[in-house]
């Protein structure tokens, strides 16, 4: 259940000695050296740094068997749904999504009840092309009423918004109900979706939410293409994130490295869907990348290391690596990378 008592300050102390634990692990204990002197600073348990870590230690790390999802997978987990191709040739997408409520483990030890599409948090990276005609099977097995609500192009009555097409059966999806959303893929671009029952906030940080990609109809150069959804967990209700990650687990990828080839193009489908906070940011050391702000254009309009995105916003990002090596990915918001966000590629022969 959820530990009611984990204050954004207890969980920045133990979530950074873990860190500690996480990086002493994998022989990086000079960046474990730092972060047990942000701990220091803190006015935290700085003289039982040892202790902290060997506690954490204890609790071993997140079991993606039982969360039923792994962020190192979720990476590369494109779903194309099933196909068939309509009179005309045209090519119907489809794809079943249920709400369920769910608990996951966000750090080790640290439990949370969430609301889930398919059981996993962030839902299905659902993967199409420009012009596809798409239905999205909804059916709410949640306790509370929910909606799925797609960025894109649609008619009102697919929007997935209380009161709007509810007498076509839209709208609000109450528990046991079905709906089928149906329209167009438009425009290219990355996209994402999400519950927008109220309280809308409620419903988003509770897990509701996905990456939409539409793929352009001619494609994108070939890449090892990851999706990397930035998110945030309110653990005590206090209307604060206490936990910050990208694909839902605090410093999973501190642990285990996403890998990726030295020279290889690599595209990071990159969505902030993080609640209560007003912007995430994406910082990558050590290089560049190209930013295609909501992909919907195939001309990048900038070459940076950092990008700033509000809540809903999103945008692809293309990098290659020149060296191998470990480099450090994380939120340029310090805190936030100190409650979570942040972890390393490792860039391979
Ligand atoms: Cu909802």
Known sequence: MLDSRLTRRKALAGLTALLGGALAATGRSGAAGTAAGDVHEQGSHADTQGSLHAGFAGRGRVDPGANGFDPGRILRDFDLGRTRTLSGGRTL??????????????????????????????????????????????????SHPHTIHFHGIHPAFMDGVPGIGEELGGGLVHPGERFAYEFEAEPFGLHLYHCHAAPLAAHIAKGLYGAFVIDPRDGRPAADELVMVMN?????????????????????????????????????????????????????????????????????????????????????????????GKYMFHAHKTEFAELGWMGFFEVVE
């Open 93 to 142: 997408r489809e794809w079943d999504l249920v709400a369920v409520d769910k608990e996951i483990e966000l750090a080790p030890g640290v439990r949370f009840a969430a609301w889930t599409y398919n059981g996993r948090v962030p839902g299905p990276t659902l993967r199409c092309r420009e012009g596809d005609r798409l239905r999205i099977n909804f059916l709410n097995a949640g």
């Open 232 to 324: 945030g967990f309110d653990t005590n209700f206090d209307g604060s994130n206490e936990l910050y990650a990208v694909n839902t687990v605090g410093f999973h990828y501190l642990s285990e490295p996403i890998r990726v080839r030295r020279g290889e193009l690599v595209r990071i489908y990159l969505v902030n869907v993080l609640e209560f906070d007003q912007i995430n940011s994406f910082h990558v050391h050590a290089n560049f990348f190209h930013y295609f702000p909501t992909g919907t254009s195939l001309t990048p309009v900038e070459f940076t290391d950092t990008v700033i995105q509000g809540q809903g916003q999103r945008g692809i990002l293309e990098l290659r690596f020149p060296h191998t």
